[in-house]
């Protein structure tokens, strides 16, 4: 039997339980027995009362509070002073330190045994905050109770929110499983409708959706019409067994219960984060490591006490789940390696902490393998609830817990980046709370959160998303905004993974339905490049050009030059020219030879577009706008104008370019303006032609930029490669080969 008791019923095992911490009677009566054996005599009335009034003065408050509350008479006043005051005792602890399972279980049983006024009750239940846990016996004992009907109906719906609020800290929950039927029944009670909704919605497994049932639900929904939590347990059956529930769902309905955790949620967080920061010398064991967790992070481990009861043989061979078929499932508390999974896949069930799949990555591999809507649609509730409830800029009151909401989402971020798809809550959760959002809580968690929101129209991207993100953009420091345009361009790239993913898994027969969906995706893809290409073009102008902030502009269009080819989506988006000039006439070397980079892989892409787009290799056509290859052209003269033929002031037709006229440059008084740009006389690489000159002429100490001409020319241009300019090079050997030989013999002249 569970945790080494004789053969009872949970009940009687539980008040013998209670019956040794609580009950002082025996322990008083030995040691007066001890008190007057010393001098060999029976003790005296007075000895006795004194020995009596001395123990009861050492006694514990909080156990001297359940000794009176389980010995008082029954329908004892509410107003008599003594249960004042020991109800004050309960209260004070319950809130600054817990309960302790023992605990519980006693102001469990007596709040719902009916032996005091409801206002008794329900100040009782109010105060069952737990330090740990809470033991599968004591919830069925109280359960028990409901069936003698003591208790009001205003204290069973107390229990109910209770229970709803505990429900991830019962160790066990098989013969609380067991009870589905007995909170079933609840449904036909008005006042305990919507919660025994919410209790099944907790319980339910594969195991409990019988047609029966599926009828009764139905029947309810005709009768009371489409109630938010009758609707949520009609999908989760639905979800389950798709053949019982027949009636059409709506599929983009919200699971939404009424909060019950209100009522306890402030004393479990302050309990759990004194106890959290508390220290300790010895190494815990992982029960305790668990019970310092706020109620959330709970539910990111798997119930140890669960694991090993269900390893038991003999708890196996007695427990009454065997006999309603619960044996053919596989405990995942003992998933331990992939070998395991692969074995036992088909009867795995989940735990019902649905959080801790997030913490394991076997329990991820399942989800990610096996197509089942109900997996989903718990961790949609669940995580939608707790994100809210959680969120420190949504409520007061959680910013003292901002670290630990960070935890949680890391912990969903990297689930996501395990699964390769973002969670729908989550995505809820982001458009709503970003318009609230001050940029500084969680900064790096939330922008994570944000790459993996799905791609969907752009119009209502933009509305939800991207222009809460430009407000707080335009108003942050220069980190946010490079921490923004990193989290846009992963946002980018998992996009284009997903549409390769999908496109890769395509057959020919869905082929035409891919094109309709696919010219969506382009048109959004597109609308989003310009957005950031606006952000970026906006941010160098408040950042005076920052090179570091460059740094991320030009990594997100490296993604962007080779969409076609790396993605296969047929679509190029040249970089607007307030990005395009900064980063040509840019002082850093790392950013010129990036960007040049860049315009030979926009080359390479254009080129095997218009190839594809003439021989019609692809099955997916879509034609290139010539104002793309206009503007490209444009660019590409401007940078060989500037770097190679020195005529970038002549030749830049670009309506922002650099183009300007011979009397407008004479008035600089600068000598030799027509080579200011060229791979000589550049800015960014000043620098390398100086420690050239070095190199090749080490005699002269006044270097003479003159000199890099005719033959030198090709060794700066060697030395230049060997600089790891590599952006450079591919440039060069891709658009300035053609030209490379009549520019040696006119600069050698």
Partial sequence: MKRGVTPKTPKQALTRSCRKQTDLSAWKASALQTTGCKNGQKPTRDEQQTASDDLDHGQDPL????????????????????????????????????????????????????????????????????????????????????????????????????????????????????????????????????????????????????????????????????????????????????????????????????????????????????????????????????????????????????????????????????????????????????????????????????????????????????????????????????????????????????????????????????????????????????????????????????????????????????????????????YFKCSVLECLRELLLNWLNWHIMHTDTTTKSAADLLNTTLSGLVSSVADFIHFVGWLSTVALRLENNSTFLMHFILDFYEIVSDVYLLYNLPLVVMPPAGVFYTALLSMDSVSLDHLCYIMSRYRANLIAAKQNQQAKKTVLQFKFSSQTCQEYNQYITAMVGCLWTSNVFQKDFHHQGIRMGPEVLERTRGKAYRKSFNIVYHPALTGYAMLFLQEAQPEDRTPNFQLIQGRRWEWYLEYLYTQELQGLKLFIESSIHRASQSSQAQSSK
């Avoid at 959760?429 to 001050?438: E, G, N, Q, T």
Wanted: proline share 5%; with cysteine.
């Fill in 63 to 478: 156990e001297e509070a359940l000794t009176y509350l389980k010995k008082a008479k029954d329908r004892t006043s509410p107003k008599n002073e003594v249960l004042q005051k020991h109800l004050v005792t309960v209260e004070k602890i319950a809130q600054e330190k817990g309960l302790a399972p023992e605990e519980l279980d006693i102001l469990l049983n007596i709040a719902l045994s009916g032996k005091f006024a409801e206002v008794v009750s329900t100040r009782l239940l109010k105060n069952l905050v737990p330090t740990s846990v809470i033991t599968e016996d004591s919830v069925i004992s109280a359960v028990s109770w409901l069936c003698v009907g003591k208790c009001s109906r205003t204290t069973q719906v107390l229990f109910l929110k209770w229970l709803i609020a505990m429900f991830d800290f019962i160790d066990q929950k098989e013969q609380v499983n067991a009870l589905y039927g007995f909170f079933f029944g609840f449904l036909q009670d008005e006042k305990l409708f919507p919660f025994a909704c919410h209790v099944l919605y907790l319980l339910t497994r594969k195991k409990n959706v019988k047609p029966f049932r599926v009828r009764r639900l139905l029947d309810l929904q005709a009768k009371i019409g489409a109630e938010p939590p009758l609707q949520a347990l009609l999908s989760l059956y639905k979800n389950f067994c798709p053949e019982m529930v027949s009636v059409t769902l709506p599929t983009n309905a919200k699971v939404q219960f009424k909060n019950s955790e209100n009522l306890w949620k402030m004393a479990i967080s302050n309990i759990k984060r004194r106890l959290y920061g508390a220290p300790h010398t010895s190494q815990p064991n992982l029960t305790c490591l668990q019970s310092r967790k706020r109620k959330w992070n709970t539910k990111l481990v798997l119930p140890v006490s669960s694991a090993q009861s269900s390893c038991s043989a003999e708890s196996q061979r007695t427990s009454p789940i065997d006999l309603i078929g619960h044996g053919d499932t596989f405990p995942v508390e003992q998933l331990q390696t992939f070998p395991q999974l692969l074995e036992n896949i088909h009867c795995l069930e989940l735990p019902s902490r649905i959080g801790s799949v997030l913490a394991n990555p076997l329990l991820l591999h399942y989800v990610n393998c096996v197509s089942d809507d109900s997996v989903y649609r718990r961790m949609y509730y669940w995580m939608g609830q707790t994100l809210r409830e959680e969120c420190p800029w949504h409520k007061v009151e959680n910013q003292p817990f901002e670290q630990e909401f960070k935890d949680l989402l890391r912990k969903i971020f990297e689930a996501e980046c395990f699964l390769q798809e973002g969670f729908s809550s989550c995505e809820e959760f982001l458009y709503r709370s970003l318009p609230f959002w001050d940029g500084c809580s969680c900064r790096s968690e939330v922008l994570q959160l944000v790459s993996w929101i799905p791609l969907s129209t752009f119009s209502e991207m933009k509305s939800y998303l991207f222009k809460p993100l430009a407000q707080l953009f335009f108003t942050s420091s220069l």
